[in-house]
């Protein structure tokens, strides 16, 4: 099956740095990645939508000079949270797309917390 | 815009049959997502509709009709593992983003 893998799990970082999320689709391109924030007991939040080779489209509110995102190739997307506050701790979850299928598969999720 | 709507929270009894119903509004359709996610989780891939119809992979089925705007996803012989938010998506027209529901929360009891 279409396996998504996200790096790392579980980050603790201090206020003030930066901090880096990997997300792989292993064995499928895809052409669109999706990263999503989610706060506890709540619903996912699309943040942004990134297509191999373009510039991401961010949702609304969201800092586009904060969270940077890059999709260098169909199967790599990476989320840089710069000058993380403690209010940007939370689970943030990549998505990836299969452009064959059109099927949309998970990684794993990243909780990170800022001290 | 997307509008999204399935039950906020269920219970249900182990062994037994749930449906959970989403109903959605959308601006083109390419396709309707099912995940389940356990709480602390990240969400899992459960099915993906395109065409009308029921899709059965197991215990759990996946029913669409895009006249209606409306999907199902059912659960038999429920286990106490099932106990989890299973979200309902949806794609507009072209790989586009995927809009998702609040998601229902399942109980399974004894």
């Known amino acids: 099956g279409a396996v998504v893998s996200q790096h790392p799990s579980r980050v603790i970082c201090k206020s003030g740095t930066s901090v880096k999320i990997e997300c792989r689709s292993l064995d499928f391109q895809a052409t669109t990645m999706f990263w999503y924030r989610q706060f506890p007991k709540q619903s996912l939040m699309l943040m942004a939508t990134?297509?191999?080779?373009?510039?991401?489209?961010?949702e609304q509110g969201v800092e586009k000079d904060k969270f940077l995102i890059n999709h260098a190739s169909l199967t790599l997307s990476t989320l840089t949270v710069t000058s993380a506050h403690p209010e940007d701790s939370s689970f943030y979850i990549c998505?990836?797309?299969?452009?064959?299928?059109?099927?949309?598969?998970f990684g794993q999720g990243t909780r990170l917390t800022v001290v | 815009g997307q509008n999204i709507d399935q039950p906020t929270e269920m219970t249900a009894t182990e062994g037994a049959i749930v449906q959970i119903n989403c109903t959605y509004q959308t601006s083109g359709f390419n396709g309707l997502f099912w995940y389940q996610q356990h709480a602390g989780e990240a969400p899992t891939f459960l099915s993906y509709?395109?065409?009308?119809g029921l899709e059965e992979k197991g215990r759990f089925s996946s029913f669409l009709s895009r006249s209606k705007g409306y999907s199902y996803l059912l659960l038999k012989e429920l286990q106490m593992k099932d106990s989890a938010s299973y979200l309902c998506?949806?794609?507009?027209?072209?790989?586009?983003?995927?809009?998702f529901g609040t998601g229902t929360k399942l109980q399974v009891i004894p």
């Open positions: 998505s990836a797309r299969d452009g064959t299928s059109g099927k949309a598969f």
């Open positions: 998506a949806v794609t507009p027209g072209g790989y586009q983003k995927v809009t």
């Open positions: 990134s297509n191999e080779g373009s510039k991401a489209t961010y």
């Open positions: 509709n395109v065409l009308d």
